[in-house]
């Protein structure tokens, strides 16, 4: 069996069709891949939608735990799958039809431990074909993962990527259990231990943004949990860095990428419902682990800078916070709001 598609399931019964649809509607034999869906102590019909969708489908297992949360469910699919290929799939993301076989013969071709391909984020759900016809395989370059980390900015999700399955099991990493953002962690730490990793320019897959999420939905109660994780794993990060000097890896990509999390952080701090004196709490012990404050980005624009510069200067970003939630109103309904708006019709004229 070749491949591995495994679907953690929390509470995705109006999406969990559609992805499972865009696995079924792949250039595969039945018999050449499986499905793993792991349902996670849903409180809808998730569970029963995909026993549903299962009954005619011989190569899909449904499985069902209490809820554990992403990261334990991910590693329970590890330990269930038995294709030599592992894609972690969302229950509410779906990919682009007749994608598959092309990584798989790719991966074939130069024995990958790891393969990586093209996503895109949208709100759309119809944003069915891929952008790209699939390049040459004979032009794919193949590295070592300490020169793939090195040289590329590769992506954070764990689900625009092939995994050999012997190679993970091999590696023993895993999954960090009852955080959310696990996969930054997992990418950054899997990949510079591979000794053939690929990067395949194919759009395949489709993240879709969920404006109920708790990375989008401030009234979310769920919200400071994000921050919490969000920060534990920049911090998690400093110790990948150290790992990475060790190893002699180029950590370029890695800092960036840590500088990256950090200002997600603070742009989150700043719509967040903590009082003045949490944030300057969590922005001290932010500085005791040598994260704030920032580093400049080097070829940003403006407004990055700007931002910077604000969340640079402890005080001069209270302030702004405070102003802020004075004029939160306005400002969410006639910026924000505008540019997500703008953001997506980017997105859907790519259609």
């Known amino acids: 069996m070749n491949l591995s598609f495994i679907i953690p399931l929390y509470n995705a019964e109006n999406y969990l069709v559609q992805c499972l649809d865009s696995i079924f509607n792949q250039d595969l034999d039945e018999n050449d891949f499986e499905v793993i869906v792991i349902d996670d102590g849903s ?8 026993k549903e969708f299962a009954k005619n489908k011989g190569s899909i ?12 469910t991910r ?11 592992l894609w972690f799939i969302d229950s509410d993301d779906y990919i682009i039809f007749n994608t598959a076989n092309q990584l ?3 991966a074939e071709k130069y024995h990958l431990d790891i393969l990586e391909f093209k ?9 069915n074909n891929t952008l790209n016809e699939a390049p040459a395989v004979s032009k794919i370059k193949v590295l070592d993962g300490k020169d793939y980390v090195s040289s590329k900015s590769f992506n954070d999700s764990c689900c625009v990527y092939l995994f050999r399955r012997q190679f993970i099991l091999n590696t023993k990493v895993r999954f960090i259990e009852g955080k959310i953002m696990e996969d930054m962690i997992f990418t950054a730490e ?45 911090k998690k990060f400093t110790h990948l860095i150290k790992d990475y000097e060790i190893n002699n890896i180029d950590t370029t990509v890695i800092k960036s990428k840590q500088q990256n999390m950090l200002f997600n952080i603070l742009k989150r701090l700043f719509i967040s419902d903590y ?5 300057q709490n969590i922005i ?10 920032m580093q400049k980005h080097k070829g940003k624009g403006f407004l990055r800078k700007y931002e910077i510069l604000i969340f640079n200067k402890k005080y001069l970003f209270l302030f702004e916070v405070f102003m802020y939630r004075l004029f939160k109103g306005p400002i969410d309904n006639y910026i924000i709001k505008r540019y997500q708006k703008k953001k997506e019709k980017e997105v859907m004229q790519l259609r």
């Open 43 to 50: 409180t809808d019909n998730s569970y029963l939608k995909a």
């Open 61 to 72: 297992n449904v499985y069902h735990q209490e809820n554990k949360g992403v990261s334990a």
């Open 75 to 85: 590693n329970k699919g590890i330990e269930l799958a038995k294709g030599k290929y």
């Open 104 to 106: 798989i013969k790719c």
């Open 119 to 127: 996503m895109i984020r949208t709100e759309s759900r119809m944003l």
């Open 190 to 234: 899997i990949i510079p231990k591979s000794q053939k990793i690929a990067y395949f320019p194919l759009d395949v897959y489709r993240y879709i943004i969920n404006p109920n999420s708790i990375w989008t939905n401030k009234k979310s109660q769920s919200f400071r949990k994000s921050i919490e994780d969000f920060i534990f794993m920049t």
């Open 275 to 279: 009082s003045l004196y949490e944030l």
């Open 284 to 293: 001290k012990d932010l500085k005791n682990n040598n994260l704030y404050p």
